[in-house]
DNA sequence: CAAAAAAATCCAAACGTTTGCACAAATTCT
DNA sequence: AGAATTTGTGCAAACGTTTGGATTTTTTTG
């Protein structure tokens, strides 16, 4: 690659699709033309464009083309918080995929807050992106602002979504998920299963309460409200919520969460509980720490990585249904009421 | 808002600029400067402009601004992978610091590749960036092509940053870090300490290695290559490295890594160490699982998303030097020579 | 060898903004 | 009242591409 010394002081004098054509003799129009590969622009000006594109160090304007084409080869992805493993996963894979598809991708993070994602959606709908992929704040209890704000745009939502909101979702398959977490614990011997029941804004936490609650009465268990404990999501209400737990008679407890899991191990380690035969575990969301910690997490496994990936894959192939994810059910320590967590 | 037919079944047919000016009988400049703000414009106008704009349900095209304006707000972030806990936490500080200065964020990973790197830099150009955050993939082993692609595009590195390369660079305080942590080792008692050391590729390792030497021949141990185990990064190489340590009589490691350390505990577990008393440990970058696991790892804390605050503030400042940001060692089980890690 | 067909290139407008300069209208100053 | 100034708008070009249709060049055909 040559490098002139003018391209790279200033950013502004970057060679132009004109800048070829008059080093050539020719216009801009073929230059495009040779440039996208059109098959009227002759072999031999083609090699010869190619050529003076690189000798120039020539790099394409993608806003200009952009304009132009009136449309854009980027991607919007709205989430709450990019450092929570779950979404960072999810990104992940939805980047590999759309990168794959010539596609890039634009962050922007809620941090749970309805107005940062009206402006998020608002920026997104200013670059004219090609879709976005929303996993909505906790504080949005409707997708109208979102219908409103992205007209046409293409919209996968996933795990979060509205439900009142047409086009494609990939979800967790949650209701079945807490139904075999909560199985799971009724299987092992537990008798009194409370729930960490999360936010009831969230669709996704709904779904997951009722998985619980289908698998209490499925196992002649009483549905009981006043041992599921909401608007649990990180350690410290988890906390709280299982010390109240405990104090109702609870032996187990299903977590729609994982941080707020996390809370609870706190609450029956502080209470002195000391294995799995005194007090069962489940959590959602299968975070690294929960294989690592001690007790280790039995957990459900959601797959965020292949979330990512449908939902790139749902975009690209312009999909309007609703993918289900299935959950994993992974048995660790905390719910293995046969051993002790200790050795 | 109103909310117009046509403009919610096709993209293209959203309100322009031209639109409002004709609605309201003037001239697009005029609009535009109304919206900017520009005091040229009467009070009067520019309140009937933007009371038309919202009842057209106008948004701006940002495309077109920005190729007029030769410049966009749009700053893109390189990184191996966005799922490592560290990353995305730098993502998420950059992203929130960018996002109140008006900038948004497009993210590319290399999964450790060069070409990959490569592409990115290259789209990145091409989308007239504002700016890039670099932390560069443990393929590339200079900054040659970063110069090359990106020209006057501003750039600031981070975490792994090429020393070749002019301009802002955020770093960890590698030396240093490794330098407290292999001390707290040797202070502990422990005796024959080993490194788990990374890829010499990257100037972080290289740094840290040296922060171990330092550490050792201050307290006149000696400084011995056949315990220091190289090219170790995850939790296998880690393993094994460990093995290999353990025969060769270490009693402690200090890790580069966080997750090659994690292979470390793998080893001495499987070699019957039961705690700190046995084996020494401590990691470079304070995964959230580290606090978690047991025996809970102490660590250095990178605090990933101060740097990535810091790199967002070095790139709206223009900044060009090096900042360094302190690592933190906090203590936990597995350098705790005093205690067993099970009580 | 002219006419028709095919191939290659050019022209000019468009995408939606922004902005320097010109111009007109309103205001202020001799 | 006329000149000088201020204030508000309009005009038109520009940013770098792309693209439909016109035009030129080359090739094929009768």
């Known amino acids: 690659m040559v490098f002139y010394a003018n391209v790279c002081i200033f950013a502004s004098e970057m060679t132009t699709i004109t800048d070829i054509a008059k080093a050539l003799g020719i216009t801009p129009s073929t230059v495009s033309r040779a440039l996208a590969g059109n098959p009227r622009v002759k072999e031999e000006t083609r090699l010869a464009v190619k050529k003076k594109a690189e000798e120039m160090g020539y790099e394409p304007n993608v806003v200009a083309s952009n304009l132009r084409k009136g449309q ?25 995929v759309l990168n794959r598809a010539g596609y890039n991708v634009l962050i922007c993070q ?21 879709g976005v992929l929303l996993s909505h704040s906790i504080s949005s209890t409707s997708g109208k602002h979102v219908k409103e704000i992205l007209g046409s745009t293409p919209l996968v939502q996933f795990d979060r979504v509205f439900p009142d909101l047409p086009g494609a979702k990939i979800v967790g398959a949650n209701c079945e998920g807490a139904y075999k977490a909560t199985m799971h614990l009724i299987e092992s011997g537990y008798k009194r299963i409370g729930a960490l029941a999360g936010y009831m804004t969230s669709q996704a936490y709904v779904e997951r309460l009722a998985g619980y609650r289908m698998a209490l009465e499925a196992s002649g268990f009483p549905y009981d409200n006043s041992i599921v404990y909401y608007n649990t999501i990180v350690r410290e209400t988890g906390y709280q919520a299982a010390l109240k737990a405990i104090e109702a008679g609870c032996d187990a407890l299903y977590s729609s969460g994982a941080f707020s899991a996390l809370g609870a ?17 489940v959590a959602t969301s299968n975070e690294s720490f929960t294989g690592l910690m001690s007790p280790s997490l039995s957990t459900l496994n959601q797959h965020p990585f292949e979330m990512g990936e449908a939902a790139a894959r749902a975009f690209l192939e312009g999909r309007t249904d609703t993918q289900v994810i299935p959950m994993e059910l992974i048995i660790r320590q905390s719910s293995n009421k046969n051993n002790k967590w200790l050795k």
């Open 265 to 281: 191990v706190d609450a029956f380690l502080e209470k002195g509980f000391k294995g799995a035969n005194d007090f069962g575990l």
């Open 110 to 130: 809620t941090l749970e807050n309805y107005e940062a994602e009206v402006k998020a959606l608002k920026t997104l709908k200013n670059y004219r992106v090609a």
């Open 72 to 96: 854009s080869r980027i991607v919007g992805i709205i989430i709450p918080r990019i450092h929570r493993e779950f979404f960072s996963n999810v990104i992940g894979g939805a980047e590999s």
